[in-house]
């Protein structure tokens, strides 16, 4: 069996590492440090269809498979693209304005909190927080929870903030 990308996967994949190297340049990595995210960028890569990636067609979406989706990946990853980019896509089919860019969503397993707290990254820039449990999610907008407590952080590129206050 042998497996290439056909002429739109190729496309694909192009079209985002250009978009990539235009506004994440690796010369300008020392500039992103300690910067929140550029939601002007964060809604470009909404328009380029990244956070509606895995939505069908019917409903706005880019209808893109499994493939496609690890195309666009590779990608963001090989240009350290920060932000949450995959809980907004996974939470696009639930959170209205996810696949636009206007809300930024980040997710943890219920099992990670710690009396009622958790640190995330992005915290601060943050508008939706999901807790995934074993009986379902639970949507924190995070205008209504008490601002994040900034923690230091090991990777400069992304800031991290603690919640309190969350149940499962």
Do not use: N, Y
């Not at 290439?4 to 992103?32: H, K, M, N, S, Y």
């Amino acid at each position: 069996m042998e497996f290439r990308l056909d002429d739109g996967q190729i496309e694909l994949q192009q079209t985002v590492a250009r978009f990539c190297a235009d506004r994440f340049p690796f010369d300008a990595l020392g500039d992103r440090e300690g910067v929140p995210l550029d939601r002007s960028i964060w809604v470009e890569l909404a328009k380029l269809g990244v956070l509606a990636l895995l939505l069908p067609e019917s409903t706005g979406g880019v209808g893109a498979g499994v493939v496609e989706a690890a195309i666009v990946f590779e990608q963001l990853g090989s240009h350290l693209v920060p932000g949450p980019v995959l809980w907004t896509l996974l939470a696009a089919p639930f959170v209205p304005g996810a696949a636009s860019g206007e809300q930024l969503v980040m997710g943890v397993d219920a099992t990670s909190l710690l009396d009622g707290s958790v640190v995330v990254e992005h915290a601060a820039e943050l508008d939706m927080l999901l807790v995934v449990g074993d009986d379902g999610v639970v949507a924190h907008h995070t205008s209504e929870l008490a601002p994040p407590t900034p923690v230091d952080a090991l990777d400069p590129l992304a800031p991290v903030g603690r919640f309190t206050g969350l149940g499962g």
